[in-house]
């Protein structure tokens, strides 16, 4: 597969777009075990998962990557694991911080995409202040 430069003109098909959603929520997945191993860190991989799906992907991708990354979180992370039971008010307190801190991260990382693509870029544009003089 070829790589697609994300201030591309040409749009992805809608179902590979979306299946870059679950895939990057599958390896988030992977390493969210891996990391719980060796770190008590189990958002950061999906908070990756979210960026790099909005950025390569867009802004609905994005979301199903949100959606799909707190039900995994829920589903394999929390108390009792490999269920969808009841959870207690401290799991949702902190599921309600992971859809926050994802919505942070995917509005960063759509702005940033946005920015990058535009044709008026303020960092493709700018000229250098200062050129070597050749001797």
Same mark, same amino acid.
């Given at each position: 597969?070829?790589?697609?430069?994300?201030? /591309? /003109? %040409?749009? +992805?098909? %809608?179902?590979? @777009?979306?299946? $870059?959603?679950?895939? =990057? *929520?599958? $390896?988030? $997945?992977?390493?969210?075990?891996? &990391?719980?191993?060796?770190?008590?860190?189990?958002?950061?991989?999906?908070?990756?998962?979210?960026?790099? %799906?909005?950025?390569?992907?867009? %802004?609905?991708?994005?979301? +199903?990557?949100?959606? &799909? !990354?707190?039900? =995994?979180?829920?589903?394999?992370? +929390?108390?009792? !694991?490999?269920?969808?039971?009841? $959870?207690?008010?401290?799991? &949702?307190?902190?599921?309600?911080?992971?859809?926050?801190?994802? &919505?942070?991260?995917?509005?960063? /990382?759509? *702005?940033? @995409? @946005? *920015?990058?693509? /535009?044709?008026?870029?303020?960092?493709?544009?700018?000229?250098? @202040?200062f050129s070597a003089a050749k001797r």
């Amino acid at each position: 597969m070829a790589h697609r430069d994300p201030s /591309s /003109s %040409t749009p +992805l098909p %809608t179902i590979q @777009r979306y299946g $870059i959603a679950v895939l =990057s *929520v599958a $390896i988030a $997945i992977g390493l969210g075990f891996f &990391l719980l191993q060796h770190f008590e860190a189990k958002l950061t991989p999906f908070l990756f998962a979210v960026a790099a %799906t909005v950025w390569y992907a867009g %802004t609905g991708p994005g979301v +199903l990557a949100i959606v &799909l !990354s707190v039900l =995994s979180l829920n589903y394999f992370f +929390l108390h009792p !694991s490999f269920s969808f039971s009841p $959870i207690s008010y401290a799991d &949702l307190v902190y599921l309600a911080f992971c859809i926050l801190c994802a &919505l942070a991260v995917g509005w960063v /990382s759509a *702005v940033q @995409r @946005r *920015v990058a693509s /535009s044709p008026t870029a303020p960092f493709g544009t700018c000229k250098p @202040r200062f050129s070597a003089a050749k001797r």
